[in-house]
């Protein structure tokens, strides 16, 4: 690169293209089996040695530490899919790479990018109108059970799955709790305000939902009550201490018994502040610092129940929940030191309780938000984690459902529908764009083909019959022809109804899932230029030859 003065490699055209779809593609084929109901699960080993064994997408790509920059972007569409819908992070990543490659093809044969990248956005168009208008069913046609149904098939591939019947109504129990409006009378389903409390010990089926907030902290002494009615709890985040002077700066005495005052006025300083803090009317105190002796005293003495080292995340939740502030300092404006009420949460009871092998602090009846912990329970750390992961995506698919009241029907339904469809649409275009929609269509086939290899079925037979029905339902003028349910069925190795047999899914994670999909494929489609700069050597050392 010497000649345009550029000290780096540059990489461009087919070269780099054909560099992107290889690192993209080995990203997806490492998260392809565990995609489905019958996928597998993948054992994570980091630098330090650390065990991770999950099925989640999100979790898989994010322990990679991936380098390529292409496989970069498919690594953070997985946790934009991860935060935004929870669940469908393993189909977003192995649809975007498919694209991506597909894409690619279309470029070495000789078809400009900005046309294929116009074909793509025109298919996610019709694709997002097609589900909308015909493959969407809303809850109320459905009733209630399609809740529970959803909440099952996106369990299907986790370890939860072993009690689906107990952790589909755990789920749902869970997030129904939580239910609060908006201002315009929609109703919302906050999953932040959901608690997943770990405790080590007892099968997963004994996990519970407790009403109320659970923190994982003891009371700092035992000679504190262990349970508080009509809670005032003040939220600290600094440390209870007794107050020293300042470092660096000296005092001289000439009386030894003044050194003594000095002791006592640093106690009294902060025995003040303690009482800045009762005097307000708190009862319970939690701070995310320590408490020392002195101050654990004052506590006891007064009959309050302290806890340090609380989450400062926790404290944050639980300032929301109880219509508290987090405290950061006692000092005002003035230079003052004073506690205001007003900064103080309230709740019905706050109790000390015993939760496996230790003890934890449940907040119940909160002010201003309900609140609910899931306490979940575990023979060991690896499956407690992943159980909270698997209960993270169903509670947010619950939520979806919820929320948007519609769902689709599961097992590569959706997909080779929208491939029937779009290549109609694709012989309907008069443009250049026709070759780009008609890759798009044969691109999302590859879920329900992978979902079929992963379940050791004959993938071509069974997407032939897929394909068949949603030909045969989209050619009915009818336009509710239920083949146009049609899914997979993993375990017999057949195609049936899956509406019927409760394979349910979001609308919203699908129609998500294809856009992040097409918009992380068009991103890297644009490139067609890489230039890295090599690293500038170390600056001459001036003593080198002495
Ligand atoms: N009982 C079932 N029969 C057929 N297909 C199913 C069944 N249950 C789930 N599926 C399909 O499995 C796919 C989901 O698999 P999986 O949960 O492993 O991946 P994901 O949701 O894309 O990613 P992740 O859950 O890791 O975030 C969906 O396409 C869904 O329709
Ligand atoms: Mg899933």
Redesign the pocket.
């Known amino acids: 690169m010497a000649h345009v003065g550029i000290d780096g490699e540059r990489k461009s055209g087919i070269d780099i293209r054909a560099e992107h779809v290889t690192a993209t593609m080995a990203i997806s084929n490492i998260v392809k089996s565990?995609?489905?109901?019958v996928?597998l699960d993948k054992m994570l080993v980091d630098d330090i040695g650390d065990v991770t064994i999950t099925?989640?997408?999100?979790t898989i790509l994010q322990r990679l530490e991936v380098e390529h920059p292409a496989a970069k972007v498919l690594v953070e569409l997985a946790e934009l899919q991860?935060s935004e819908v929870g669940?469908?992070?393993?189909?977003?990543v192995i649809v975007a790479a498919e694209l991506l490659k597909r894409g690619t093809e279309l470029v070495k044969n000789g078809i400009h990018p900005t046309t294929i990248m116009t074909g793509f956005r025109l298919a996610l168009k019709d694709a997002v109108k097609f589900v909308k208008s015909t493959l969407m069913v809303t809850i109320d046609q459905l009733g209630d059970d399609a809740i529970i149904s959803a909440a099952k098939?996106?369990m299907?591939?986790?370890l939860l799955n072993a009690d689906e019947d107990f952790w589909s109504k755990l789920a749902v129990d869970a997030v129904r709790s939580i239910k609060t409006h908006t201002a315009d009378g929609k109703a919302r389903y906050p999953v932040s305000a959901i608690h997943i409390l770990k405790a080590h010990g007892k099968s997963s089926t004994e996990s519970e939902l407790v009403s109320g907030f659970a923190v994982n902290v003891q009371r700092a002494a035992q000679g504190m009550p262990s349970m508080v009615k009509n809670a005032r709890i003040a939220l600290l985040d600094f440390p209870l201490q007794r107050h020293k002077v300042q470092m660096g700066i000296s005092v001289q005495v000439d009386d030894v018994s003044e050194v003594e005052g000095i002791r006592q006025r640093e106690l009294d300083i902060t025995k003040e502040r303690i009482q800045k803090i009762l005097q307000s009317g708190a009862n319970v105190v939690l701070t995310t610092k320590g408490i020392d002796d002195t101050c654990l005293k004052y506590f006891v003495e007064a009959g309050i129940l302290a806890a340090r080292r609380v989450k400062k995340e926790d404290l944050t939740r639980l300032a929301r929940a109880t219509g508290g502030h987090v405290v950061v300092t006692l000092a005002d404006m003035e230079g003052n030191e004073t506690f205001d009420a007003e900064c103080l949460g309230s709740a019905e009871m706050v109790q000390e309780e015993r939760v496996g092998d230790g003890e934890m602090l449940y907040i119940r009846g909160t002010a201003m938000s309900k609140a609910t912990t899931i306490v979940i329970r575990g023979a060991n750390e690896f499956h407690l984690d992943e159980l909270d992961r698997a209960l993270h995506?169903v509670l947010m698919v619950v939520k979806r459902v919820l929320e948007s009241a519609a769902v689709v029907a599961?097992?590569?339904s959706v997909e080779a529908a929208l491939s029937i469809y779009l290549e109609k649409q694709a012989q309907l275009l008069a443009t250049r764009e026709h070759l780009a929609v008609a890759e798009f269509a044969q691109a999302l086939l590859v879920?329900p083909r992978t979902?079929s290899v992963n379940a050791a079925q004959d993938a071509i037979e069974l997407v032939a019959k897929l394909r068949a029905d949603h030909h045969a339902a989209q050619l009915d003028p009818k336009d509710n022809n239920p083949l146009k349910f049609t899914?997979?069925?993993?375990f017999s190795g057949d195609v049936r109804n899956?509406l019927l047999s409760g394979?349910l899914?979001p609308a919203i994670s699908k129609i998500k899932c294809l856009r992040f999909a097409t918009e992380a494929a068009i991103t890297i489609l644009r490139i067609d230029d890489m230039i890295k700069l090599n690293p500038k050597p170390p600056p001459d050392d001036p003593r080198r030859g002495h």
């Open positions: 565990s995609l489905g109901p996928g099925n989640d997408g999100a991860d669940d469908g992070t393993t189909s977003v098939t996106s299907a591939s986790k995506d599961g097992g590569g879920i979902l899914g997979l069925d993993l899956n394979v899914e």
